[in-house]
């Protein structure tokens, strides 16, 4: 029976407030700083991800949890807007939404988040008809949910059982211990770390980027690992594959990471071979930081096809349907 979905993305959705650019530390005291921008978007590793992956042609639902407040209604309705199903999104009336407010400086940011309704999400929340009907299922932001994550191996085992393939992106641990992966890596066909996250998920005495992929892909999955304006690689447990970084004029990079999982995916799911994908995420991660916040400038299948093309790589699609 074809499957209703391309993609199930479960995990994390919360409003953005991006402040930036700051040309100093943040001053407290009272002080009163102010910034060129300010942008208020969907966020989440997870809806990021969704979003992008749906510009990108996929039929796409999304699983969580968000409050029954304006800003849950406005994740839901923001989701909705853009195609995505949100059946599996749980209005939660005794939790708020969660919030992250972005500080910018140069290439880098600050994150604050206030976690809401992120500690409660769990494995129930994800209906098991959206695994069923998915031939794909993501998930986002690890460390963030740690109900959800000690359930994860289960739903991600769910999923493969259905026929459906799997990818993960930890994102940032808070706690800085990066522990208690091992159950779900098991599980897990695609990991999406960026950098930061591979070496410390590949744990001390790793010396590089490179070795840490040849490290976590011994554990299991496809090893896929993003860096920044440097391109992107992956390890599949044999061999190393590399893309460079496509040169753009940087707006904003917040979301570029999840814009580049939604590529990856996208491309593997429409049968193209590992490092067809790679270049083809390392585009749709770099058009994404052409506007402010995550969702803004993401980039349709055609537009990505067309930027391999300028720099001599051209994509064509295989005839493997994305809708």
Same mark, same amino acid.
């Given at each position: 029976?074809?499957?209703?979905?391309?993609?199930?993305?479960?995990?994390?959705?919360?409003?953005?407030?991006?402040?930036?650019?700051?040309?100093?530390?943040?001053?407290?005291?009272?002080?009163?700083?102010?910034?060129?921008?300010?942008?208020?978007?969907?966020?989440?590793?997870?809806?990021?991800?969704?979003?992008?992956?749906?510009?990108?042609?996929?039929r796409v639902a999304f699983a969580?949890?968000?409050?029954?407040?304006?800003?849950?209604?406005?994740?839901?309705?923001?989701?909705?807007?853009?195609?995505?199903?949100?059946?599996?999104?749980?209005?939660?009336?005794?939790?708020?939404? !969660? /919030? *992250? #407010? &972005?500080?910018?400086?140069? $290439?880098?940011?600050?994150?604050?988040?206030?976690?809401?309704? @992120? %500690? =409660?999400?769990?494995?129930?929340?994800?209906?098991?008809?959206?695994?069923?009907?998915?031939?794909?299922?993501?998930?986002?932001?690890?460390?963030?949910?740690?109900?959800?994550?000690?359930?994860?191996?289960?739903?991600?085992?769910?999923?493969?059982?259905?026929?459906?393939?799997?990818?993960?992106?930890?994102?940032?641990?808070?706690?800085?211990?990066?522990?208690?992966?091992?159950?779900?890596?098991?599980?897990?066909?695609?990991?999406?770390?960026?950098?930061?996250?591979?070496?410390?998920?590949?744990?001390?005495?790793?010396?590089?980027?490179?070795?840490?992929?040849?490290?976590?892909?011994?554990?299991? !999955? /496809? *090893? #896929? &690992?993003?860096?920044?304006? $440097?391109?992107?690689?992956?390890?599949?447990?044999?061999?190393? @594959? %590399? =893309?460079?970084?496509?040169?753009?004029?940087?707006?904003d990079t917040v979301g570029a990471?999840?814009?580049?999982?939604?590529?990856?995916v996208a491309a593997t799911l429409?049968?193209?071979?590992?490092?067809?994908?790679?270049?083809?995420?390392?585009?749709?991660?770099?058009?994404?930081?052409?506007?402010?916040?995550?969702?803004?400038?993401?980039?349709?299948?055609?537009?990505?096809?067309?930027?391999?093309?300028?720099?001599?790589?051209?994509?064509?699609?295989?005839?493997?349907?994305?809708?």
């Amino acid at each position: 029976m074809p499957h209703q979905y391309d993609l199930l993305v479960v995990g994390d959705a919360n409003p953005d407030v991006i402040l930036g650019p700051l040309d100093g530390p943040l001053a407290f005291g009272q002080r009163e700083q102010l910034v060129e921008s300010g942008s208020f978007t969907i966020g989440g590793s997870a809806a990021i991800m969704a979003c992008g992956a749906a510009r990108l042609g996929l039929r796409v639902a999304f699983a969580g949890r968000v409050g029954d407040d304006e800003a849950g209604r406005y994740l839901r309705d923001t989701l909705a807007a853009r195609g995505i199903a949100t059946g599996g999104l749980h209005m939660d009336p005794g939790r708020p939404t !969660p /919030l *992250t #407010v &972005v500080l910018t400086r140069g $290439d880098d940011r600050a994150v604050l988040t206030s976690p809401g309704t @992120l %500690t =409660a999400v769990r494995g129930a929340d994800v209906p098991g008809e959206l695994l069923a009907a998915s031939r794909h299922v993501h998930t986002a932001s690890y460390f963030l949910q740690p109900r959800l994550a000690a359930d994860l191996p289960a739903v991600l085992r769910t999923a493969r059982a259905h026929g459906a393939t799997t990818s993960l992106d930890t994102q940032d641990d808070p706690s800085d211990r990066w522990q208690g992966l091992d159950a779900v890596l098991a599980e897990t066909d695609i990991l999406l770390p960026n950098a930061r996250e591979a070496l410390r998920l590949a744990g001390p005495g790793v010396p590089g980027v490179r070795e840490a992929a040849e490290h976590l892909a011994a554990r299991g !999955p /496809l *090893t #896929v &690992v993003k860096n920044g304006a $440097d391109g992107a690689l992956c390890h599949d447990g044999l061999a190393l @594959l %590399t =893309a460079p970084g496509l040169p753009v004029e940087v707006v904003d990079t917040v979301g570029a990471g999840d814009s580049f999982d939604a590529g990856f995916v996208a491309a593997t799911l429409d049968g193209r071979p590992p490092y067809e994908a790679l270049r083809f995420a390392v585009v749709c991660g770099a058009l994404s930081t052409r506007a402010a916040g995550g969702t803004t400038a993401q980039a349709t299948w055609d537009e990505a096809v067309t930027h391999l093309t300028r720099t001599g790589h051209p994509l064509t699609r295989t005839g493997a349907p994305l809708v």
